[in-house]
């Protein structure tokens, strides 16, 4: 397990180092630069901003400071918000995207397994094709349609639900349950097809020809096998949720660092983008790693090499 560690922790170093330096460049690439968009900006002004940030010197000399300063854990300031650091604002913002979308995981994974479980229970009964439609239309309706319904349904219509903010502990209901229709679906079609895998499955026939109950045999041998596959989809997705969702949160007015991500891009505030790619990047890796040690608790059989 040791040396297991040791060599994820080194892969996850190069990673990150190889996901900064194709950002760095890449997004130095693009036309365009961060006071291009100041109101009634002088040449002299954005000179001497430029040089307030370290923006005229030579592109490299402006990667080896970024990198000096990301290995002392330092991203810089903000470009935009002039006197906050990036630190500061990922801090300040993650914990909003964090809330919604641990939420929004934890009802994907309630409501996405058993449906799943079920379909492939009740495979070709009226059960499982119903199940097998609402997956399909839930995966292929975008997000800013199913928050547009939510919205239109449960606050204009209903006024149950505030629609706006984090205010209360309802507002949180309806931005959970819009960024939990995706993967909710994408589970239940997963579950589906791994648990009708096991159910055929040598095993689960002799367990069956044992006298073992349908309850006990899917319960504690066809769905323990069939969740890895879900366990993959996992690690990627907690990160995804937990980083926000733009449109989510854009259309329900959230403070969270999706929409701090793209409007740093728009605005081309490179630290920003710095910060959050690289953010994003060690969270997805260190979410992968978690999901290896699930494998192993699931499945003791698997060895971590």
Do not use: W
């Not at 006071?35 to 900006?41: P, R």
């Not at 399909?136 to 800013?144: E, H, L, Q, R």
């Not at 026939?205 to 073992?212: C, D, L, N, Q």
């Amino acid at each position: 397990m040791l040396k297991y560690a040791i060599k994820r922790i080194v892969t996850a170093i190069i990673t990150a180092f190889l996901v900064a330096t194709l950002t760095f460049f890449i997004m130095n690439m693009v036309p365009g630069g961060p006071f291009l968009s100041e109101k009634a900006v002088t040449p002299q002004a954005q000179a001497a901003m430029e040089a307030k940030y370290g923006l005229d010197k030579p592109l490299s000399t402006q990667y080896v400071t970024y990198m000096k300063g990301i290995a002392h854990g330092d991203f810089g300031l903000s470009l935009k918000k002039r006197g906050r650091t990036v630190s500061q604002i990922i801090g300040t913002k993650f914990p909003v995207s964090a809330r919604i979308g641990g939420l929004a995981l934890l009802v994907a994974v309630m409501c996405g397994v058993p449906l799943g479980a079920i379909a492939a229970f009740k495979r070709g009964k009226t059960i499982d094709n119903v199940l097998v439609v609402l997956s399909t239309a839930g995966i292929a309706i975008p997000s800013f349609l199913s928050s547009t319904l939510l919205m239109y349904i449960f606050s204009t219509k209903m006024n149950l639900l505030p629609s706006l903010g984090l205010n209360s502990a309802s507002s949180y209901i309806m931005p959970v349950m819009a960024l939990a229709l995706y993967p909710t679906f994408y589970i239940a079609r997963l579950m589906r097809s791994s648990m009708l895998d096991v159910m055929g499955q040598d095993y689960m026939r002799t367990a069956r020809a044992k006298g073992v109950s349908t309850f006990k045999a899917i319960f504690k041998h066809a769905l323990r096998n069939a969740i890895l596959p879900v366990i993959t989809y996992l690690g990627p997705l907690l990160a995804s949720l937990m980083t926000g969702s733009f449109i989510i949160e854009k259309i329900f007015n959230i403070p969270g660092l999706g929409s701090e991500f793209v409007g740093a891009i728009t605005s081309r505030d490179y630290p920003m983008i710095m910060g959050t790619t690289i953010f994003l990047a060690v969270f997805i890796i260190i979410m992968n790693v978690i999901v290896d040690i699930a494998y192993k608790i699931v499945d003791p059989r698997i060895n971590l090499k």
